[in-house]
């Protein structure tokens, strides 16, 4: 079993989600209460923390980098969810187009939790080459867009590995102020290596106290190895 992380892991940890502070009430009107999805029970769940995450995300990525990576090491980090939030966070700072993909093609989840169609979605923007307005959810506001997976391939990291991902993610940094990608876990996917490579920097979501020092030491490696700015851990409350 894992024990926590120790002093020495901890000064790894510059982003952290502890407090349970809701929102303001009027932020929920920045994201268009007249759309065709409710997420008031996502917002209601931010914390104050988060958005000072993404406060520091915003001025990691500065003026001209857009798109960000939130990876994990096991399911159970939860950059699914963690994703989800930060997204919201992003629009409610800022008011500005900001698109979640579901990037993890081997386990996709995103659709559920926002009760969307599966696809089409990511999979088919990237082998289509056609516009990413044609593949994006329904479940949408009018400054919060959703990408889901879509329908994957039975080698997922085969249709990013073509230089066609590499124009799909140019289309999308025209598109949106802000690109928010679930990868999975950086791990144990080769899928989740190349998603996180296109990206501007990248996340790790971290569960509390469920990893060694080593396995943070090792997903930070794996970003960093791909010429990818490693932005930071994020410590998730338990679901």
Do not use: C, W
């Amino acid at each position: 079993m894992a024990s926590g992380l120790n002093s020495e892991a901890s000064e790894l940890i510059n982003f952290q989600i502890s407090s349970r502070k809701p929102i303001e009430k009027d932020r929920e009107a920045v994201i268009a209460p007249e759309a065709d999805v409710d997420l008031s029970r996502f917002i209601s769940r931010l914390r104050e923390q988060l958005f000072q995450t993404a406060t520091r995300l915003r001025l990691a990525l500065g003026e001209h980098n857009r798109v960000v990576a939130v990876t994990q090491v096991a399911t159970e980090d939860r950059s699914d969810l963690l994703s989800l939030e930060l997204s919201l966070a992003l629009v409610l700072l800022q008011n500005k187009p900001v698109l979640l993909v579901d990037g993890d093609l081997e386990h996709p989840g995103l659709h559920r939790l926002l009760d969307a169609n599966p696809s089409p979605g990511f999979s088919e923007y990237i082998q289509t080459g056609h516009g990413p307005e044609n593949f994006l959810s329904d479940r949408k506001h009018r400054n919060f867009a959703f990408l889901p997976a879509g329908d994957v391939p039975p080698m997922p990291v085969s249709i990013l590995s073509s230089g066609e991902s590499e124009q799909a993610f140019k289309a999308l940094r025209r598109t949106f102020r802000y690109v928010v990608v679930n990868t999975g876990s950086i791990r144990d996917s080769s899928t989740a290596m190349s998603l996180v490579a296109e990206t501007d920097g990248a996340l790790l979501a971290l569960a509390r106290r469920k990893h060694r020092r080593k396995e943070v030491l090792e997903a930070k490696n794996d970003v960093e190895s791909l010429n990818t700015s490693f932005f930071g851990v994020v410590l998730t409350e338990e679901i």
